[in-house]
């Protein structure tokens, strides 16, 4: 941010920090040794991969946890003794921030002032600006429930500030969250800092929000792997990092067998190559299998800085997803067993109404056999009443669905229902569960039981790399393995569809890249996948995209059609992400809502 800031006292201070958790695999050292300071006035951002131990850390700066030994200082209060004094001083926005949906915007914003002490007389003046900033004074009487994911996020920001607090932390803000609403609720939080003074530390899984931070200190494992200036850690990536074609390859393909290259420490897709950072600064030897490599320098960014610290913090290359193979679909041909239809889904004129308002309006799009495409969106788009209508949970009011040629509302329902694997937008697994007994209730509730299923299930488990976890509740795993536990339990029957609703929502980049390359050898099966997504970057592994609005379809094409659309002499190579902003706001009026 501001780079004339002066230094200031530190606002927060932590020395040598310790928190264990007891749990089936012994004791878990959540944060361990953990020292740094954040400047007042500043935003510090908390970076790391999921189990890292950044909610623990905050939760034990809001006065939640304690720690078992350290120190730690905040506006000059220790949490450990002095909590509620420090309350009146302090905003904490979890996860998943405690709205009360049956509640309107107004009453969220009043019992947040109760809870806080705050005068009847100095509300009016203090909710003002915050509604304003927000733009939710319109919606002051709408239940908390009724808003947008993004209006969410700003109401939960809202309620945090009611109290004016000097010092907030923000537990990822943005997940779940639009590109379009994303950058507003930037827009509103750096405006607080500017105006207000108020210090941020704000944990968060989007690398692109790095730039926003005056520091930022990196976690692995509980441990601080670098802290800095986010222009200072890119500058240690630079001279790393390459661009790598294979004409002959698709970038599916050339990707995985890259990031188990010796030195290359990440491997990710991206528009129409992979882009590696090398241990070294020469690119590195490539196996004689890729015949005829260009591989060119390229700029670094933060998620450059960010994956070499973890290759080299974890003390070997990350892990690559395993070969396709062990998942178990070499005995059959993915969804052809009727006949072979070109397309696996068939979405016609389809229509979804909730009274009067609708939710999707004439949508017509297909998926082909072994595609990946993208259902792209801001939050209210239609996406999630889509994804419902297709896997029978919601019956459209009117137009046509298919799956593999035959309608959705058939007499073979339950038979075309089989063939589908569904990863909800909402964690839907069974939390107070352990995760083998998940895998036994959903492939029970596919009909396997005995042999097979044990069979099966032992399958899964070391595919996704739960069996460390198989004894622990759902509930009590990292976001990451959350997200893991779900996709194996949506392909444990070997569907061959699989409906993805935003499954990386809040996961780091080392999940999200795992999670990808499983999906993309799954394509490469046969296996035709929709899936809905708010990183812009992850929407590149998509073969096509629609982007909607209001229920509408402004959009279908390839990333590099889509990307094309935005080229302006102003932004002559624009991101996805640029894209879809601009499709968003050139939207005739009234065709995306707040």
């Not at 528009?271 to 260009?294: C, H, N, Q």
């Not at 396709?324 to 679909?329: A, K, R, S, V």
């Not at 909607?548 to 959009?555: N, V, Y």
Request: glycine share 10%; with cysteine.
């Amino acid at each position: 941010m501001a780079e004339d800031r002066l230094p200031r006292s530190p606002a927060l201070s932590l020395r040598n920090v310790v928190r264990t958790f007891q749990s089936p695999r012994g004791i878990i050292r959540a944060i361990d040794d953990v020292s740094f300071d954040v400047a007042e006035g500043t935003i510090t951002g908390l970076i790391g991969p999921d189990g890292a131990g950044k909610t623990t850390l905050l939760r034990i700066l809001a006065g939640i946890l304690g720690a078992d030994s350290g120190r730690a200082t905040i506006l000059g209060f220790d949490p450990a003794t002095e909590a509620p004094a420090l309350q009146r001083h302090l905003g904490y926005m979890p996860q998943k921030f405690g709205l009360y949906e049956d509640l309107t915007v107004g009453e969220n914003l009043d019992l947040h002032a109760d809870l806080h002490g705050v005068p009847k007389e100095k509300r009016a003046e203090l909710y003002a600006p915050l509604l304003s900033m927000t733009a939710l004074g319109p919606f002051r009487t709408r239940l908390a429930g009724k808003l947008s994911g993004g209006m969410k996020q700003k109401l939960g920001v809202a309620c945090s500030l009611v109290h004016a607090p000097p010092l907030l932390l923000l537990d990822e803000p943005t997940v779940g969250v639009d590109p379009v609403s994303r950058r507003e609720l930037w827009e509103i939080l750096t405006r607080q800092v500017r105006e207000k003074r108020t210090t941020l530390l704000v944990s968060t899984a989007y690398m692109d929000e790095a730039s926003r931070f005056d520091r930022v200190v990196i976690l692995y494992a509980g441990k601080v792997l670098g802290e800095g200036r986010p222009e200072d850690l890119v500058s240690e990536a630079r001279g790393h990092v390459f661009h790598v074609i294979e004409q002959a390859w698709s970038i599916r393909k050339l990707e995985p067998v890259l990031s188990r290259v010796p030195g290359i420490l990440d491997a990710v897709g991206e528009e129409e190559a992979v882009r590696i950072v090398a241990a070294g600064t020469s690119p590195p030897s490539l196996p004689a299998e890729i015949p005829d490599p260009k591989i060119d320098p390229v700029p670094p960014r933060f998620e450059d800085a960010f994956m070499q610290r973890l290759a080299r913090g974890a003390g070997e290359n990350l892990k690559p997803a395993p070969a396709p193979e062990n998942l178990g679909w070499q005995n059959k041909k993915i969804g052809l067993a009727d006949g072979g239809h070109e397309a696996a889904i068939v979405i016609r004129d389809l229509t979804r109404d909730f009274g009067s308002f609708r939710a999707v309006d004439h949508l017509t799009f297909s998926v082909g056999r072994g595609e990946i495409f993208g259902l792209l969106g801001a939050n209210g788009a239609g996406k999630t009443t889509t994804f419902r209508m297709l896997s029978g949970l919601l019956l459209p009011t009117s137009g046509e669905l298919k799956i593999d040629g035959e309608d959705v509302l058939g007499s073979r329902v339950a038979e075309i229902r089989g063939r589908l694997g569904y990863m909800s937008q909402k964690f839907s697994l069974y939390t107070q569960l352990t995760v083998h007994q998940n895998l036994v209730f959903f492939t029970s509730a596919y009909g396997m039981s005995g042999k097979r299923q044990r069979d099966r299930i032992a399958e899964i488990e070391a595919f996704f790399e739960l069996e460390p976890y198989r004894d622990e509740s759902a509930g009590l795993l990292p976001l990451g393995f959350r997200q893991r536990l779900a996709l194996a339990a949506s392909v444990a029957h070997e569907p061959s569809i699989l409906l993805l609703d935003e499954p990386t929502s809040g996961v780091d980049p080392v999940a999200r890249r795992e999670f990808w390359r499983t999906i993309s050898q799954l394509s490469l099966w046969g296996v035709s996948v929709l899936v809905t997504t708010h990183f812009m970057t992850e929407a590149e592994y998509c073969d096509r995209v629609a982007i909607m609005a209001q229920g509408r379809l402004l959009a279908l094409g390839s990333p590099r059609d889509i990307r094309a659309r935005a080229r302006t002499p102003e932004i002559p190579d624009p991101t996805l992400e640029d894209a879809f902003i601009r499709l968003l706001e050139s939207a005739p009026q009234g065709e995306v809502s707040a």
